[in-house]
Every structure is written in C-alpha cells, then in structure tokens.
C-alpha cells in the first residue's frame, strides 16, 4: 500500500500563496506511482481535478487555476508541491493529494491523502 500525507494548508488573504506538499511513502507499491497530484473539493460539492503531474513531469492544471497555480515533482517522484498563487476566496477548499499508477483523472485514483484544508480570506 501507499500513504499520502499532505502539508501547507491554512488561511491566507485574497491574492495570497500557499504551498501544499505532499509525500508517498509505502511498499513495493510505491514504485508504480506514475501520476501524483490535487483535487479539492468543498461543501456540498463534488471533488475536482485541481492539477497533476507525472514521473516525467508533464502537468496539468484545471482551467481555473492555470496561470496561478503551479505544480511539481521532486527528484525521489515521492514529493509533489502545489504553489498556488493570487489565491482567491473560491480556492477556498479541502485539497486532496492523490496518486496513480495511470492517471489521476481517469477514476478510480488509486490513492489518496486525507486532505489540508486551504481558506482564502480577509
């Protein structure tokens, strides 16, 4: 198995940063991660794909984030980091780290972490 631990959520004002992190520790399974990357989601609302990035490096990013929000990979491919930038009060939400051994947008993601949550306010 696999475990996710996520770190750097908080409150931050309106056109703020934050940094998120998140760490793949595990077995044998580890070494099958392919895909590593973000969703959120909040109240009464279903999870969405915030950005991913694969072992080599290629990204995506939601459309309402590109732009503002960048993600990358350590040179282990266990650590991955969402710098999110001109944050707005609609990025408030409880961001999800997960990972694959395909795709993270393609359900069903094979791992997740159990969430940081990112409030944007003044």
């Known amino acids: 198995q696999v475990r996710l631990v996520e770190s750097g959520g908080g409150l931050v004002q309106p056109g703020g940063s934050l940094k998120l992190s998140c760490t793949a520790s595990g077995n044998i399974a580890i070494h099958k991660i392919y895909d590593m990357g973000w969703y959120r989601q909040t109240p009464g609302k279903e999870r969405e794909f915030v950005a991913s990035?694969?072992?080599?490096?290629?990204?995506e990013y939601a459309e309402s984030v590109k732009g503002r929000f960048t993600i990358t990979r350590d040179k282990s491919k266990r650590t991955v980091h969402l710098q999110m930038n001109s944050l707005k009060p609609e990025d408030s939400a409880v961001y999800f780290c997960?990972?694959?051994?395909?795709?993270?947008?393609?359900?069903?993601?094979?791992?997740w972490g159990e969430g940081t949550l990112v409030t944007v306010s003044s």
């Open positions: 997960c990972a694959d051994d395909l795709n993270i947008i393609l359900p069903p993601v094979d791992y």
């Open positions: 990035i694969t072992r080599g490096d290629t990204a």
